[in-house]
């Protein structure tokens, strides 16, 4: 089983991945865990990575395909050969563009596989943009609330020390919407892929996280 959870910034992702991956005794691969991994371990793709990250840049779509291609081997090859005993692969984070989407499929292909479900947590904009905008520090004590869903009692007043809530400018509402504009702009044509190959599963993902874990084990079930 191989499966591409997709889904925007603030989507639950890293929720409901891990816990996916457990429930089916899944491989949970995120690219962001496998980037520090590589990085950490110093090997050739690692530290070429790192060069891109370290400009500020993106990593290339072939440095991610060549990573996420030998992290597969290397899991499969855990599995054991047969098909019954390969473990399951959820891949997190991946592929993020229509160039990885197709370089996926052609590494996949190669060994006699291929992706099986992508499954894409759908989370309104404005809810999105609540969850991900509402976050504020104290200026003077550094307490975390949300605006949302952990205020403090008093609006803008730090309920620990009076202290003034300040936002980070990439978490205003409307730095908020361009990263997800951003995120769009990329990932349709992804969505796109998938669903014309009839593997795309659209799940809500604005209820609780047990009500959208039960909804995502379903859609891996399909
Ligand atoms: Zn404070």
């Not at 089916?24 to 891109?52: C, P, Q, V, W, Y």
């Not at 993106?58 to 473990?87: N, S």
């Not at 993020?96 to 292909?109: G, I, K, M, Y």
């Not at 550094?142 to 730090?158: D, I, M, N, Q, R």
């Amino acid at each position: 089983m191989r499966i591409v959870l997709m889904g925007p910034p603030g989507a639950g992702k890293g929720t409901q991945a891990p816990r996916l991956a457990e429930k089916i005794n899944a491989h949970h691969i995120s690219t962001g865990d496998m980037l520090r991994a590589e990085t950490a371990a110093g090997t050739e793709l690692g530290l070429m990575a790192k060069k891109f990250m370290d400009a500020g840049d993106l990593v290339p779509d072939q440095v991610m395909i060549d990573m996420i291609a030998a992290q597969m081997a290397t899991q499969t090859a855990v599995g054991g050969p047969g098909a019954d005993t390969e473990p399951g692969i959820i891949l997190d984070g991946f592929p993020r563009t229509l160039a990885q989407a197709e370089a996926l499929d052609e590494a996949l292909q190669a060994t006699g596989g291929a992706i099986d479900a992508a499954i894409m947590l759908d989370v309104e904009r404005d809810e999105l943009v609540r969850r991900l905008a509402g976050r504020a520090t104290c200026a003077n004590c550094k307490a975390p609330y949300h605006l949302t869903f952990s205020p403090p009692s008093k609006e803008g007043v730090c309920d620990n020390c009076g202290g003034n809530l300040v936002q980070r400018p990439d978490d205003q509402p409307e730095a908020v919407r361009h990263r997800l504009h951003v995120y769009d702009d990329q990932t349709a044509p992804v969505l796109d892929y998938y669903r014309a190959k009839d593997k795309l599963t659209v799940i809500d993902g604005a209820g609780a996280p047990d009500d959208v874990f039960k909804l995502l084990l379903a859609a891996a079930r399909r």
